[in-house]
């Protein structure tokens, strides 16, 4: 049998900044979790004309859609961090009790969506701002 996790079974969990995020959020879909790293070119004559380039600052972003629902907490705390440019903590897990990033993070977008025959939403970009830990499993 295949070993693969699915998307539906990922969590997103939030909570108060400088705290590890523990309220799991559920009004969210179609979450992406992007991992990246700067680089530095390292490249000396030594090396047979192939260039060489080493990891530098790395850097992690979410972004996710919500259905906008003023009445839901997860949503509430999105957005008023977008609106107040204060942190939240999200912690991003590809199960339960699964492994990803716990860090506090910076709304950098919150743009809603009104499509005449889809529910409104809300599209979200988090960018890290304080890493804590990565997440191997509780």
Same mark, same amino acid.
């Given at each position: 049998? /295949?070993?693969? &996790?699915?998307g539906?079974?990922? @969590?997103?969990?939030?909570?108060? $900044? *400088?705290?590890? =995020?523990?309220?799991e959020?559920?009004n969210v879909r179609?979450?992406?979790?992007?991992?990246?790293?700067?680089?530095?070119?390292?490249t000396?004559r030594?090396n047979?004309g192939w260039?060489a380039?080493?990891?530098?600052?790395?850097?992690?972003?979410?972004?996710f859609?919500?259905v906008?629902? /003023?009445?839901? &907490?997860?949503?509430?705390?999105? @957005?008023?961090?977008y609106?107040? $440019? *204060?942190l939240? =903590?999200?912690k991003?897990l590809?199960?339960?009790?699964?492994q990803?990033?716990?860090?506090?993070f910076?709304?950098?977008?919150?743009?809603r969506s009104?499509?005449?025959?889809e529910?409104?939403?809300?599209?979200?970009?988090?960018?890290l701002?304080?890493?804590r830990?990565?997440v191997?499993?509780s």
């Amino acid at each position: 049998m /295949p070993n693969f &996790a699915l998307g539906m079974n990922a @969590k997103l969990y939030y909570g108060a $900044a *400088g705290n590890p =995020a523990t309220t799991e959020m559920t009004n969210v879909r179609n979450v992406t979790l992007n991992l990246e790293a700067g680089e530095a070119d390292v490249t000396t004559r030594a090396n047979q004309g192939w260039r060489a380039t080493a990891p530098t600052l790395r850097e992690c972003s979410v972004e996710f859609e919500m259905v906008w629902d /003023p009445a839901d &907490a997860g949503f509430t705390a999105i @957005k008023n961090a977008y609106l107040t $440019a *204060g942190l939240i =903590a999200l912690k991003v897990l590809d199960k339960e009790g699964g492994q990803g990033p716990d860090g506090d993070f910076s709304i950098t977008s919150f743009s809603r969506s009104e499509e005449l025959e889809e529910a409104i939403t809300v599209s979200v970009t988090a960018k890290l701002a304080v890493y804590r830990t990565w997440v191997t499993g509780s």
